[in-house]
Each structure stands twice: as structure tokens, then as C-alpha cells.
T-cell receptor, first 113, second 118 residues
Framework: SQQGEEDPQALSIQEGENATMNCSYK?????LQWYRQNSGRGLVHLIL?????REKHSGRLRVTLDTSKKSSSLLITASRAADTASYFC?????????????FGAGTRLFVKA | GAVVSQHPSWVICKSGTSVKIECRSL??????MFWYRQFPKQSLMLMAT?????????EQGVEKDKFLINHASLTLSTLTVTSAHPEDSSFYIC??????????????FGEGSRLTVL
């Protein structure tokens, strides 16, 4: 079963706008990760935020984590057409023994030039 | 950076044949690799955890006799889809963890293999 649920499922914006994607999860976590997948390709790791962190930045990416609400958000600022991809949050639920990474449903982002 | 190579990137086969997909960690040793299946416009579904030198751990509902996994070395895991049928057509992706536990950090993904069974 999916650990994370993401919204929106799909997002279409103009180049230069900001894109915000949200992720909710069900169990406690040690960290939460965001990945990007271009169509028909493998996933690329974007950023990891630990459970004791509330916000993290990496270039145009900003990730927040609210463990009390079991939710995270990924903000991409000043989006570019090249940001068009699917974005997934991922967690490692403790009940899996710390081995398995479970992915959310994903948000498909389309940035119009 | 860590590189995971997956081969073949796409394969078309006839129904009833078997197909082998390889996943290699090129510049690091991976004691644990993971195999995922992805349907169009959907998320990744974990199929099994591949452990070097031991049997793979399959997720509930995944037929281990259908999807054979071998992790014979620290840099290679293979997934064999046996007696493939059209419903096995999908995008298969492998990933590897540097450490012995996935939660120590990021996963490194192969580019995926698109299987089409006619």
C-alpha cells in the first residue's frame, strides 16, 4: 500500500511561477525524501529532510516537514519548462524494518513555456 | 555520484518467453537493491527487496516464481520475468542503497526497463 498521498495529482503552471506539491504520510518516519521522474526515466533524488528538521533548501527547491500533521511540501520557485516531470515523496516506514522505501502517488507537474 | 545502470532499457517479447533485466551499481557496492514496477501515470510499486547472497524478500501479492530475483554479487541484481504474459507489460525500475538500510539516505535508480509482452 502507498505510504504517501500527494496532491495535487497534476499541476499545470506558467514558466516563472512557483509550484507547490504536498505529501501526507501515515506512519512515523526517520526522514522524508523527494524524487523527480522525467517521463519514461528513472528517479532522481532531489532532497532529504530528517524528522527533526522543519525546512530545507536546495537551489530553487524548498521542502517543509510537519511531523505533527504527517505532511510535507515541496516548493519549486521560478519554475522552468525543464521542471516538467513527476515528483514523488518517499518514506521508509519503521514497520518495514528500515529497509523499504515507499513512494507516494506523485504529482505530475507541467510547466508551460 | 553513485550510478546505477539498468539493462535493457526496453524489450519486446512473445508471450510465454522469459525476460531478464539487469541492475548494476557501477561505482559502489550495493548490499540491498529494490525492484519496482510502475504502470502509466502511477507511482512505483515495490515488488521485492534483493539482498546480496540471500533470498529476495517479496511484497505481498508478488509471485516469487513469476518474478525471479538474483543478487549474486554486490554490484548486480537481476529480475527475470518468467513465462511472460501481456499483463506483465510494464515499466520496471531498480534502485540501490549504499548502506545496508534504505533509511540511511537516498536511493539511486536505474533508468528503468520497459517490457512489452505481445
Amino acid at each position: 500500500s502507498q505510504q504517501g498521498e500527494e496532491d495535487p495529482q497534476a499541476l499545470s503552471i506558467q514558466e516563472g511561477e512557483n509550484a507547490t506539491m504536498n505529501c501526507s504520510y501515515k506512519t512515523s518516519i526517520n526522514n522524508l525524501q523527494w524524487y523527480r521522474q522525467n517521463s519514461g526515466r528513472g528517479l532522481v533524488h532531489l532532497i532529504l529532510i530528517r524528522s527533526n528538521e522543519r525546512e530545507k533548501h536546495s537551489g530553487r527547491l524548498r521542502v517543509t516537514l510537519d511531523t505533527s500533521k504527517k505532511s510535507s511540501s515541496l516548493l519549486i520557485t521560478a519554475s522552468r519548462a525543464a521542471d516538467t516531470a513527476s515528483y514523488f515523496c518517499a518514506t521508509v516506514p519503521p514497520h518495514t524494518g528500515g529497509f523499504k522505501t515507499i513512494f507516494g502517488a506523485g504529482t505530475r507537474l507541467f510547466v508551460k513555456a | 555520484g553513485a550510478v546505477v545502470s539498468q539493462h535493457p532499457s526496453w524489450v519486446i517479447c512473445k508471450s510465454g518467453t522469459s525476460v531478464k533485466i539487469e541492475c548494476r551499481s557501477l561505482d559502489f557496492q550495493a548490499t540491498t537493491m529494490f525492484w519496482y514496477r510502475q504502470f502509466p501515470k502511477q507511482s512505483l510499486m515495490l515488488m521485492a527487496t534483493s539482498n546480496e547472497g540471500s533470498k529476495a524478500t517479496y511484497e505481498q501479492g508478488v509471485e516469487k516464481d513469476k518474478f525471479l530475483i538474483n543478487h549474486a554479487s554486490l554490484t548486480l541484481s537481476t529480475l527475470t520475468v518468467t513465462s511472460a504474459h501481456p499483463e506483465d507489460s510494464s515499466f520496471y525500475i531498480c534502485s540501490a542503497s549504499r548502506g545496508s538500510r534504505a533509511n540511511t539516505g537516498e536511493l539511486f535508480f536505474g533508468e528503468g526497463s520497459r517490457l512489452t509482452v505481445l
